[in-house]
């Protein structure tokens, strides 16, 4: 299958396998990602996997682009295999309009009930295209095709951290209080970043995630275990 | 153990306006959407370290605009400032006095340094010899301020700071200077055409490569706006979002390019026409709004080559430092050394051309 090399100056270049945001594609960029993680070839600093394509960082003082590339050649004739399956996470929302400011609106304009934008949100098992933007901020798909709307044209100067939005046929949970675009429909009450773990980003690259809902009280009680520091975030992994 | 009001450490007495503790950056983590940060100017925190003794990406202090006063709570510290910004010595019992940057001081205990306006480039570096005895976080000790990340909470240097010193690691040495201040080069910055550049028509690529740009003033650690010509899209844009890196040139719908710099996203969704080389790094991260530049394309072998022969230079001018001068006198050696240098320079830069040396060194006259 044909991919396109794009250069990004003398310290990177993109392996692009597409042009689209679909599974497929992105399964040949985590492929890579982790082939390239094991092969360790000299003067790779790291590689950033992103929807279609994966962008390879290297120092071009202990090699050169021609190197890398080669290397990145040889591992491509092997990485057709379907990369491991990432982890499986059960992440609490509560769908109060107080803390989806959006839900209304956007389930109106949909022309769905606000039960039916919730049940919907609810019903797939959602996929980690790629994180970016902020630390720890995922980009999750495929929302289901009743839910796509665009991003808002006036985006908010502030969303509060752990803010469930969508955009497109994409969702996410914002980690921390940033500016954003997307339609804010729930809060989720655990940190997807806390610095203080050993490992401080929740969600990786080709993890999958279900949102369960919950209601105000369970979103409170779990809001002030997390401020508390006693909220495990290993008890949200689903078991097999 | 040591009470910590005995603790060896440089205690901010002035804030001043935006200085943060930087080292070459948090490479290794883009993966989870963490921004790389790091010195804007890697050349300068790099030499500030060689003039005390520290390996080349031991953490120092990056100063913006106007730099703090700090207090020495230690016994015989070597620091030295690298860039453009006035300081001076405030001693208990002496008038204060200016001291030079580009070369170590040995400070006593009770001592204030004062470092002023950084005048000339964006960025100066202090290194202090051992470096900070500060927790590093994922393997650096780079500060993003954006999301508070970092040593010192992620946050700049405040009122009260307290910088813990590693004294252990602290090489022992008398003081010692560069020859000169270090030459950034002028001409246009050099760029690698891409990754998107198939994303904007001829005419627009033809724009980019030959107009002049100035930075405006949305200019700050993440990136800098350049004022100039606009740049067609021959279609969106946007793309599917994709990695960055600093010196990434995006061009949103609106046509007018963002030079991205060391506090990026790792992702974005705008086409990129282009890359600023690794060896133009340190050029573009001293730009203050205002400043001028224009972009010359080269290939990705040749951007190789330029860093290649750049890290030559600067392992020559750490060669080349040397013990101060006494005051009075002529120094043979020295001056060998800096015909040494001064060779070495013009290889670099190949047509000799340091059209800019002068505002790119911010140098005073």
């Not at chain 1, 369960?212 to 009280?217: L, M, N, T």
């Not at chain 2, 969106?236 to 994709?242: L, R």
Request: aromatic share 6%; charged share 20%.
């Amino acid at each position: 299958m044909d991919v396109r090399f794009t250069t990004a100056g003398d310290t990177a270049f993109n392996v692009e396998f597409g042009e689209g945001i679909d599974r497929p594609t992105n399964a040949r960029v985590m492929a890579l990602h982790a082939r390239l993680k094991s092969a360790a070839p000299p003067g790779l600093v790291e590689t950033v996997p992103t929807f279609r394509s994966l962008q390879v960082v290297y120092d071009p003082i202990a090699t050169s682009r021609r190197e890398v590339q080669a290397a990145v050649e040889a591992e491509l004739a092997h990485a057709d295999e379907a990369p491991a399956a990432g982890a499986l996470w059960r992440l609490p929302v509560c769908y109060d309009p107080d803390l989806g400011p959006d839900l209304v609106e956007l389930s109106a304009s949909l022309g769905l009930s606000a039960e039916r934008l919730i049940a919907l949100h609810g019903s797939t098992e959602y996929f980690v295209y790629m994180l970016g933007f902020m630390p720890g901020f995922a980009y999750m798909g495929d929302l289901p095709a009743e839910l796509e709307k665009p991003r808002r044209s006036e985006p908010r100067v502030r969303v509060p951290a752990g803010s469930v939005a969508t955009a497109g046929r994409l969702t996410t949970v914002y980690p921390w209080e940033s500016p954003g675009g997307w339609h804010l429909i729930g809060r989720c009450p655990v940190p997807l970043y806390d610095g203080s773990r050993p490992s401080p980003v929740l969600l990786a690259a080709g993890d999958r995630v279900r949102f369960e809902a919950v209601d105000r009280a369970r979103f409170d009680a779990l809001s002030a275990e997390a401020a508390a520091g006693r909220f495990d975030p290993d008890t949200l992994r689903a078991t097999p | 153990m040591i009470a910590p009001s005995l603790a060896p450490c440089l205690t901010v007495v002035r804030p001043g306006l935006f200085a943060t503790i930087q080292d070459l950056g948090r490479f290794g983590h883009q993966e989870l959407g963490m921004p790389v940060a790091g010195a804007l100017d890697p050349i300068g925190l790099r030499l500030a370290n060689a003039l005390v003794g520290n390996p080349a990406g031991t953490a120092g202090v990056e100063i913006a605009l106007l730099g703090p006063a700090l207090k020495v709570e230690a016994d015989g510290v070597r620091v030295a400032v690298v860039g453009p910004m006035a300081l001076s010595l405030e001693r208990e019992g002496q008038s204060p006095q200016p001291l030079e940057s580009h070369r170590s001081h040995t400070l006593a205990r009770g001592d204030v340094l004062k470092l002023g306006a950084v005048t000339g480039a964006a960025v100066a570096y202090l290194a202090v010899a051992g470096g900070f005895a500060l927790e590093p976080f994922l393997g650096s000790l780079s500060t993003y301020v954006r999301a508070g990340i970092g040593p010192l909470g992620g946050k700049p240097l405040g009122d009260g700071t307290r910088l813990p010193l590693n004294r252990n690691d602290a090489p022992p040495g008398a003081d010692v200077e560069l020859p000169e201040p270090p030459d950034y080069g002028g001409g246009p910055v050099r760029v690698v055409l891409g990754p998107q550049e198939d994303r904007f028509t001829a005419a627009a690529v033809d724009t980019f490569l030959s107009a002049g740009y100035r930075v405006g003033k949305d200019a700050d650690r993440m990136g800098l706006r350049l004022d100039g010509p606009t740049l067609a899209h021959t279609g969106s844009a946007d793309i599917p979002s994709d990695g960055l890196v600093t010196g990434s040139i995006q061009v949103p719908g609106n046509g007018q390019p963002i030079l991205l710099l060391n506090d990026h996203q790792t992702a974005g969704g705008y086409a990129k026409i282009a890359t600023v080389i690794s060896a133009d790094l340190p050029r573009v991260g001293r730009l203050s709004p205002g400043g001028a530049l224009s972009f010359r394309a080269v290939t990705v072998e040749e951007a190789e080559a330029i860093r290649r022969r750049q890290e030559q230079t600067i392992a020559a001018w750490v060669r080349a430092i040397r013990p101060v001068r006494p005051a009075g006198g002529v120094d043979l050696e020295a001056l060998y050394t800096e015909n040494l240098v001064s060779g070495v320079v013009d290889i670099v830069n190949g047509n000799g051309d340091i059209l800019n040396q002068e505002q790119m060194c911010g140098r005073a006259p």
